[in-house]
């Protein structure tokens, strides 16, 4: 089960080595719960990532609240996608709106680790999850 935002920070808080960082986002990335294979379609690809990522946005709560699942054909994306998971699961599609997913991996002090490849993806991910939330909103 994929810990809560707050919890993902604290324990990066806890990890000072760039290596154990990736090896925890793909630990994240591993406990996504499965997406099903007919999710894996060209609607639900997100483009402008390197790696194979699929997102589905949908709400909960009468449109009040995004749920997101995820999954990618790399590990360590597989635990990029789970932070946008945690980031922007429960939020309203207003809240997504205005939140940055590479905001998070600067404040996890990812900047210098992360390629210009994966932020890119990163923020292909961030796109289509508020493109798709104020579609489903």
């Known amino acids: 089960m994929l810990p809560d935002l707050d919890t993902i920070i604290e324990n990066f808080e806890l990890i000072d080595d760039p290596h154990e960082q990736l090896v925890y986002v793909m630990e994240l990335g ?20 390197e790696s194979q990522v699929w997102l589905v946005v949908s709400t909960e709560d009468d449109g ?4 997101i699942v995820g999954d990618s054909d790399s590990h360590l994306v ?28 600067k404040q996890l002090n990812f900047g210098a680790h992360v390629t210009s490849k994966r932020s890119n993806g ?11 939330a104020s579609r489903v909103s």
Do not use: H
């Open 30 to 49: 591993r406990s996504l719960p499965p997406m099903p294979e007919a999710w894996k379609s060209d609607q639900n690809l997100v483009r402008g990532c």
């Open 64 to 67: 009040r609240r995004l749920t």
């Open 78 to 105: 597989k635990g990029f996608v789970a932070l946008m998971v945690a980031l922007y699961s429960g939020k309203s599609p207003d809240q997504a709106a205005k939140l940055d997913g590479l905001d998070l991996l």
């Open 122 to 132: 990163v923020r292909a991910m961030v796109e289509k999850i508020q493109r798709d």
